[in-house]
């Protein structure tokens, strides 16, 4: 008997996403059975517009086939025809006989991306106030918080959230057009009545739920539409990918610790390793979409007048084909981190201190940069003081006050925490709370 293992599947349903929704929105099903509501819809604007050969009853009975598959029988008939959508049509009027006259007569997921950033929103609250070394180049720069670091990460999922959102709002539906557009079709079914071929075009629409459509297209809309999504698509990958790189280095640091699951083996070597594999996981998928606009626009390009299938194979491979849930600071070794580096930020503050007081600045910059480079030594065989640090006479007039400044490192980060609150508040919440599912539980990665 041949099981799945003797075939090919995609390594997205089967690993990455197996139990995402996209396995079932995506799948064979899914696709027949919009197409079949599509046509229960086309049928639906038909009568309304007084086609007599469409009747209630052929309505009624594919309203309730809707549903029914007989997959060999489908399978057969795309073989024999070698046109799935015809296929499909010969199979649905085959279980709704009073339908098959009528059938193509003339004829996405924010709520889970909106959790994901609601998730980050929290994390980034829960440690608006938690100090840390700020980076820059890799190397350390001024003290920032963990929160302030998070909705810089929510700040450009939201972005990317805003790209989809706004796609979405726009995308329009290919309408009620014909072979190759022309709707010639439908002008023959309706006598030459062009406002009743109009009229079903807009009805259509809205039953498909679309506020907007294309009003010419040939064989197909635009593939450019396509290309649009795409874009979008790989702004989400290059962000997520930039929060996950960022997560990968944080926890090479000893700052942050992603979830790692009981039974879950980092390296089969090195038992005691706790690989970041969610992020590294995110970061290498997150590459596809990021790549992804290139062949889209090549798709785009080699359509041919009214159609080509140029665009069969890789159109539909590009557009189908949790690690925030249990984050963790690792408190201490970031306290630990700011203790090493907060006497230089203390310099820091004593030279812009001592420009205040008139002292020329270079001279200050000249002694405080000695001073960094002899602590730096020093730092390697103990902890360093600041006061200490600061024993030349030279900072006599500023030491007290850096001392005070350095006890509480809050002090170095600015506005960080009202920047994160601000944040949240008054961009991130406003824009993803009519999306979020109260109901979504706790997010999960197939890895």
């Known amino acids: 008997m041949t099981t799945s293992e003797d075939k090919f599947e995609s390594v997205l349903s089967t690993r990455y996403c197996k139990n995402s ?44 086939e809707i549903n029914h598959f007989d997959w060999p029988f489908i399978r057969s008939e795309e073989r024999k025809l070698k046109h799935d959508v015809m296929a ?11 339908a098959a006259g009528i059938i193509h007569l003339g004829a996405t997921h924010f709520q889970r991306f909106a959790t994901v950033i609601d ?27 963990v929160g302030k670091r998070g909705v810089l990460w929510a700040q450009e999922l939201l972005m990317a959230f805003q790209s989809l959102a706004q796609f979405r709002d726009q995308m329009r539906f290919r309408g009620i057009k014909g072979a190759t557009g022309t709707q010639d079709s439908f002008l023959t079914l309706f006598g030459g009545d062009e406002s009743k071929v109009e009229a079903l075009d807009e009805l259509v629409t809205k039953k498909a739920d679309f506020k907007h459509r294309f009003l010419i297209t040939g064989q197909t809309y635009s593939r450019q539409q396509d290309a649009q999504l795409v874009f ?92 925030f849930e249990g984050l963790s600071v690792q408190t201490e070794n970031v306290k630990k981190i700011v203790e090493d580096e907060i006497a230089f930020l203390g310099l820091e503050k004593a030279m812009m201190m001592l420009t205040e007081e008139g002292v020329d600045r270079q001279q200050a910059h000249a002694i405080i940069r000695k001073t960094a480079l002899e602590a730096k030594q020093l730092q390697a065989t103990q902890k360093v003081d600041i006061r200490q640090t600061m024993a030349d006479p030279f900072f006599d007039s500023v030491r007290d006050r850096v001392v005070g400044l350095v006890s509480n490192p809050i002090n170095f980060t600015g506005r960080c925490v009202s920047q994160t609150v601000n944040f949240i508040d008054n961009e991130l919440k406003p824009t993803i709370t009519k999306y979020l599912d109260q109901s979504v539980g706790n997010v999960q990665l197939d890895v």
């Open 21 to 64: 929704p996209l396995v079932s929105i995506l799948s064979e099903t899914n696709k027949a059975t919009l197409w079949r509501q599509l046509w229960i819809w086309l049928a639906e604007a038909e009568k309304e517009l007084g086609l007599k050969q469409v009747t209630q009853e052929a309505i009624d009975q594919m309203k309730t």
């Open 232 to 323: 979008s698509l790989s702004l989400l990958g290059a962000a997520a990918k930039k929060v996950c790189t960022d997560i990968r280095v944080l926890q090479a640091f000893g700052e942050l610790l992603e979830p790692f699951e009981k039974d879950q083996i980092g390296s089969s070597a090195m038992p005691y390793k706790k690989n970041p594999m969610k992020s590294e996981r995110c970061c290498s998928l997150a590459r596809k979409l990021i790549n992804a606009p290139q062949e889209a626009l090549t798709i785009l390009a080699d359509q041919g007048l009214e159609r080509t299938l140029d665009d069969s194979a890789g159109r539909r491979m590009l557009i189908p084909d949790n690690i």
């Open 88 to 98: 499909h049509n010969h199979a649905f009027g085959k279980i709704c006989p009073l």
């Open 119 to 145: 998730r980050l929103a929290t994390f980034s609250l829960t440690n608006k106030e938690v100090v840390t070394v700020g980076r820059t180049h890799y190397q350390t720069a001024s003290l920032v918080t």
